[in-house]
T-cell receptor, first 115, second 113 residues
Framework: DQQVKQNSPSLSVQEGRISILNCDYT??????FLWYKKYPAEGPTFLISISSIKDKNEDGRFTVFLNKSAKHLSLHIVPSQPGDSAVYFC??????????????FGKGTKLSVIP | EAQVTQNPRYLITVTGKKLTVTCSQN?????MSWYRQDPGLGLRQIYYSMNVEVTDKGDVPEGYKVSRKEKRNFPLILESPSPNQTSLYFCASSLYGESGGYTFGSGTRLTVV
């Protein structure tokens, strides 16, 4: 049962335009939501996060929006640059049954920014 | 430099031959975790640890063992590897597990033949 879902395996965007990556989740007990970026042959790198009590967090060109009623979050990249081409993973953090925190990832969306 | 170091980067082994993938972090992080990445399946958690001597199963723990005897090290052990464990493995660490800001290693590409 997948708790974090990224329904778009890939997305192509023109350089300079906005990229919008979407993510849905099923567990209303998640405390934090995060986006990671991954280049080939490298480990994922943390990009931006948002607490479950917020609805927006912005860091430079990256903004994450959280809609708790819809159990949906999105990552906006404005303007998109060719260096943003990577796989983006949505992730959610919540307490496990054992009391520690567990980070659950979606399957990823491959973003291609076309020059 | 703050980092998570995994070794080896690449490994080809035969079915049934025990192996260990090492993971070490120099950031004094409490949380450490192992993930595997497979095409179409994203990153799936194998095991995680919130402190020394405290480990928990993730979503796909079968066929794996871990230990956390020291804060900085979190080795992944495959007692009897099988071909379905061929994958890309990532170790990660975090100071505060609840906020999820993990630092990942560069990955270990494992092939079991």
């Amino acid at each position: 049962d997948q708790q974090v879902k990224q329904n778009s395996p890939s997305l192509s965007v023109q350089e300079g335009r906005i990229s919008i990556l979407n993510c849905d989740y099923t567990n209303s007990m998640f405390d934090y939501f995060l986006w990671y970026k991954k280049y080939p042959a490298e480990g994922p790198t943390f990009l931006i996060s948002i607490s479950s009590i917020k609805d927006k967090n912005e860091d430079g060109r990256f903004t994450v929006f959280l809609n708790k009623s819809a159990k949906h979050l999105s990552l906006h990249i404005v303007p998109s640059q060719p260096g943003d081409s990577a796989v983006y993973f949505c992730a959610a953090s919540g307490r496990s049954g054992a009391g520690s925190y567990q980070l659950t990832f979606g399957k990823g969306t491959k973003l291609s920014v076309i020059p | 430099e703050a980092q998570v170091t995994q070794n080896p980067r690449y490994l080809i082994t035969v079915t049934g031959k025990k192996l260990t993938v090492t993971c070490s972090q120099n950031m004094n992080h409490e949380y450490m975790s192992w993930y595997r990445q497979d095409p179409g399946l994203g990153l799936r958690q194998i095991y995680y640890s919130m402190n020394v001597e405290v480990t928990d199963k993730g979503d796909v723990p079968e066929g794996y063992k871990v230990s956390r005897k020291e804060k900085r090290n979190f080795p992944l052990i495959l007692e009897s590897p099988s071909p379905n464990q061929t994958s890309l493995y990532f170790c990660a660490s975090s100071l505060y597990g609840e906020s999820g800001g993990y630092t990942f290693g560069s990955g270990t590409r494992l092939t079991v033949v």
